[in-house]
């Protein structure tokens, strides 16, 4: 994916008659004078960019030393490269990125927003962090998918510049403030995930969770004025609640105050009554479970009969979630004509109306999992414990075949990110039999293997181990 520099602003038609369009809206004079239809214009942004990762690979895999071999545990003919590359790297970087990345602009927020992120790199050159953030990101994922250190060196210098540029913007408050400089903030961290080999990118990526939260702090309630800020503080809040999960750690006090002044402004009930939101707040409900698994991972906080109660009471509010979720929300499962695909699983996939939407349901299926397991896991002796369990265990299994259903609804697209840590969990529960967690562990393998991410590598070979 390349940038293919400056493009026809004329309507569709102007351009085939290959005739100068006067760009009037809604629709142009041509049109109007020749009473045809007038078709619109098309988005200069987001065609910039246009996808070559196929052709970049061609191009750079040759089969004269020094030569590597990219496997995968998933499967799969091999590819083997050279790690030489003759593209300009700044716009190879960014195309990569913005073909197996840019979950920032997707089609929940399609009707309130174009796509700010690919716009802010093309066309504003003041926003250098979030430019170099981006680069990064790019450069990070094409070593790793084409096995080119040099892309590797080159990515973690471009890394460097970013922190660098970021520490200076934070120590301007106006600066700090804007919506720019906290999305450099969250690419950096996805930087961690990607190129990370050394399996500690925990670590460094929730320091970069920690400085977004400190980020939408300082932001304050004026960030909901506007739609972006409210994009913003739904990805910040994922990657801290992420964070919180791996770590078993509580929901810090700061993001629970910043959520209060989302769920209550103007931005958020907009949202529902546009149907952008559903009427109930998952969001909530997860804090209670976050803050269930950390009380947990105590030891010393509550019995095993208490927790058990708190865990009934979340997976209440789950399904109450589920059936007040709105006509708008819900999906179509199908049989697939041909069962050839290797992302189906048994034969099935999931219809949703955007990705945003699919999301939404893969986030309450790990929930729903993760209540279910900490109910089976303080099974003590009480009335009708094995039928709660029996049922609880049931759950377990039929949510995980909905996560490997859902899959294929993600295929080719940047938010095909969202699904490794939920292949993780499915790959690693014993209760899923042999054939399900190994089909989550060869998804993981491809995933990996596409985008370049490295934890869905490392997480495939970890389950493996226990298939």
Same mark, same amino acid.
């Given at each position: 994916?390349?940038?293919?520099?400056?493009?026809?602003?004329?309507?569709?038609?102007?351009?085939?008659?290959?005739?100068?369009?006067?760009?009037?809206?809604?629709?142009?004079?041509?049109?109007?004078?020749?009473?045809?239809?007038?078709?619109?214009?098309?988005?200069?942004?987001?065609?910039?960019?246009?996808?070559?990762?196929?052709?970049? !690979?061609?191009?750079?895999?040759?089969?004269?030393?020094?030569?590597?071999?990219?496997?995968?545990?998933?499967?799969?003919?091999?590819?083997?490269?050279?790690?030489?590359?003759?593209?300009?790297?700044?716009?190879?970087?960014?195309?990569?990125?913005?073909?197996?990345?840019?979950?920032?602009?997707?089609?929940?927020?399609?009707? !309130?927003?174009?796509?700010?992120?690919?716009?802010?790199?093309?066309?504003?050159?003041?926003?250098?962090?979030?430019?170099?953030?981006?680069?990064?990101?790019?450069?990070?994922?094409?070593?790793?998918?084409?096995?080119?250190?040099?892309?590797?060196?080159?990515?973690?210098?471009?890394?460097?510049?970013?922190?660098?540029?970021?520490?200076?913007?934070?120590?301007?408050?106006?600066?700090?403030?804007?919506?720019?400089?906290? /999305?450099?903030?969250?690419?950096?961290?996805?930087?961690?995930?990607?190129?990370?080999?050394?399996?500690?990118?925990?670590?460094?990526?929730?320091?970069?969770?920690?400085?977004?939260?400190?980020?939408?702090?300082?932001?304050?309630?004026?960030?909901?004025?506007?739609?972006?800020?409210?994009?913003?503080?739904?990805?910040?809040?994922?990657?801290?609640?992420?964070?919180? /999960?791996?770590?078993?750690?509580?929901?810090?006090?700061?993001?629970?105050?910043?959520?209060?002044?989302?769920?209550?402004?103007?931005?958020?009930?907009?949202?529902?009554?546009?149907?952008?939101?559903?009427?109930?707040?998952?969001?909530?409900?997860?804090?209670?479970?976050?803050?269930?698994?950390?009380?947990?991972?105590?030891?010393?906080?509550?019995?095993?009969?208490?927790?058990?109660?708190?865990?009934?009471?979340?997976?209440?509010?789950?399904?109450?979630?589920?059936?007040?979720?709105?006509?708008?929300?819900?999906?179509?499962?199908?049989?697939?004509?041909?069962?050839?695909?290797?992302?189906?699983?048994?034969?099935?996939?999931?219809?949703?109306?955007?990705?945003?939407?699919?999301?939404?349901?893969?986030?309450?299926?790990? /929930?729903?999992?993760?209540?279910?397991?900490? !109910? !089976?896991?303080?099974?003590?002796?009480?009335?009708?414990?094995?039928?709660?369990?029996?049922?609880?265990?049931?759950?377990?299994?039929?949510?995980?075949?909905?996560?490997?259903?859902?899959?294929?609804?993600?295929?080719?697209?940047?938010?095909?990110?969202?699904?490794?840590?939920?292949?993780?969990?499915?790959?690693?529960?014993?209760?899923?039999?042999?054939? /399900?967690?190994?089909?989550?562990?060869?998804?993981?393998?491809?995933?990996?293997?596409?985008?370049?991410?490295?934890?869905?590598?490392?997480?495939?070979?970890?389950?493996?181990?226990?298939?």
């Amino acid at each position: 994916m390349v940038y293919y520099g400056a493009l026809s602003k004329g309507c569709e038609l102007c351009r085939r008659r290959k005739i100068k369009c006067d760009e009037r809206k809604p629709s142009c004079r041509k049109c109007e004078i020749s009473n045809r239809p007038c078709p619109g214009y098309r988005d200069l942004t987001a065609i910039s960019f246009r996808d070559e990762s196929s052709r970049v !690979i061609r191009k750079s895999c040759r089969q004269s030393a020094p030569r590597s071999t990219i496997g995968g545990g998933g499967g799969g003919d091999s590819i083997i490269c050279t790690p030489s590359l003759s593209f300009p790297t700044a716009d190879l970087a960014a195309g990569f990125f913005f073909a197996k990345y840019n979950i920032y602009n997707g089609p929940y927020f399609s009707s !309130i927003s174009h796509d700010w992120l690919r716009e802010v790199y093309v066309k504003d050159p003041t926003c250098h962090v979030l430019q170099t953030a981006i680069e990064a990101v790019g450069l990070a994922g094409l070593s790793n998918t084409l096995y080119a250190p040099h892309l590797a060196a080159l990515a973690q210098d471009r890394y460097g510049k970013a922190l660098a540029g970021l520490d200076g913007a934070l120590q301007d408050p106006c600066i700090a403030t804007r919506d720019t400089t906290l /999305m450099a903030v969250i690419l950096l961290g996805l930087f961690e995930v990607v190129a990370s080999d050394a399996g500690d990118e925990s670590r460094f990526w929730i320091a970069h969770a920690a400085g977004a939260m400190a980020l939408l702090q300082l932001r304050g309630p004026d960030q909901f004025a506007r739609p972006r800020g409210g994009q913003l503080y739904v990805f910040t809040r994922s990657q801290i609640l992420s964070a919180c /999960m791996i770590r078993k750690l509580p929901v810090p006090p700061a993001l629970v105050n910043v959520t209060y002044e989302f769920e209550t402004s103007t931005l958020r009930q907009l949202w529902k009554d546009s149907n952008l939101a559903t009427p109930g707040s998952i969001s909530e409900i997860c804090f209670r479970l976050v803050n269930l698994r950390a009380v947990i991972a105590d030891k010393s906080s509550e019995d095993p009969a208490a927790i058990r109660e708190r865990a009934f009471s979340i997976d209440a509010d789950l399904e109450d979630w589920k059936v007040s979720a709105g006509i708008r929300w819900t999906y179509d499962e199908l049989c697939a004509a041909s069962s050839t695909n290797s992302t189906l699983f048994m034969g099935k996939y999931h219809r949703y109306a955007n990705l945003w939407i699919a999301r939404a349901w893969l986030n309450f299926r790990v /929930m729903r999992i993760a209540v279910n397991q900490i !109910i !089976i896991e303080n099974a003590v002796k009480f009335e009708f414990a094995d039928e709660i369990v029996s049922r609880a265990r049931y759950l377990v299994r039929d949510l995980s075949s909905e996560i490997c259903i859902s899959i294929s609804s993600f295929d080719d697209s940047p938010h095909l990110l969202h699904v490794i840590q939920p292949l993780f969990l499915v790959a690693e529960e014993p209760l899923n039999p042999a054939s /399900m967690r190994s089909f989550a562990v060869e998804q993981l393998y491809r995933i990996h293997k596409s985008t370049g991410v490295r934890r869905a590598g490392r997480l495939a070979e970890i389950a493996a181990r226990s298939l």
